[in-house]
C-alpha cells in the first residue's frame, strides 16, 4: 500500500497561485500513477490531473489546463500542483490518489487539504 499526505492548501484571492504537495510512502514514487482530485461541497469528487508512471504521460481535465500543472520529484517522493490564476470555483478539498496496482483504480487515498479561492 501506500501513504499519501497532502499539504498546501489555504486561502487565496481570485487570480492568485497556491501549489500543492503529496507526500508519498510505502512504495518506490513513480512506479505507479497518482492524480489530483477535487471535491466541492455538494458536488461529486472530479478528476483533476495525472501523472502516468515514470512521468511518461501527463492529463488534465480541461477546466484547469493552461492553469494547473502537475508534477512529481522522485528523490523528494513528492507529487506536487501548481495551481496558478485561481477562480473561485476552484474552491474544494482536494485530493491526491495512487493507482498503486496499475489496474486503472486509485487505490489509495489522502485525507485531502482545503483550497479557498474568494472573489
Known amino acids: 500500500q501506500v501513504q499519501l499526505v497532502e499539504s498546501g492548501g489555504g486561502l487565496v484571492q481570485a487570480g492568485g497561485s497556491l501549489t500543492l504537495s503529496c507526500a508519498a510512502s510505502?512504495?518506490?514514487?513513480?512506479?505507479?500513477?497518482m492524480a489530483w482530485f477535487r471535491q466541492a461541497p455538494g458536488n461529486e469528487r472530479e478528476f483533476i490531473a495525472a501523472?502516468?508512471?515514470?512521468?511518461?504521460?501527463?492529463y488534465y481535465h480541461n477546466s484547469v489546463k493552461g492553469r494547473f500543472t502537475i508534477s512529481g520529484d522522485n528523490a523528494k517522493n513528492t507529487l506536487y500542483l501548481q495551481m496558478n490564476t485561481l477562480k473561485p470555483e476552484d474552491t474544494a478539498v482536494y485530493y491526491c490518489?495512487?493507482?498503486?496496482?496499475?489496474?486503472?483504480?486509485?487505490?489509495?487515498w489522502g485525507q485531502g487539504t482545503q483550497v479557498t479561492c474568494s472573489s
Open positions: 501523472l502516468a508512471r515514470n512521468g511518461s504521460s501527463i
Open positions: 510505502g512504495r518506490t514514487f513513480g512506479t505507479y500513477a
Open positions: 490518489a495512487a493507482d498503486v496496482d496499475s489496474d486503472d483504480r486509485w487505490e489509495s
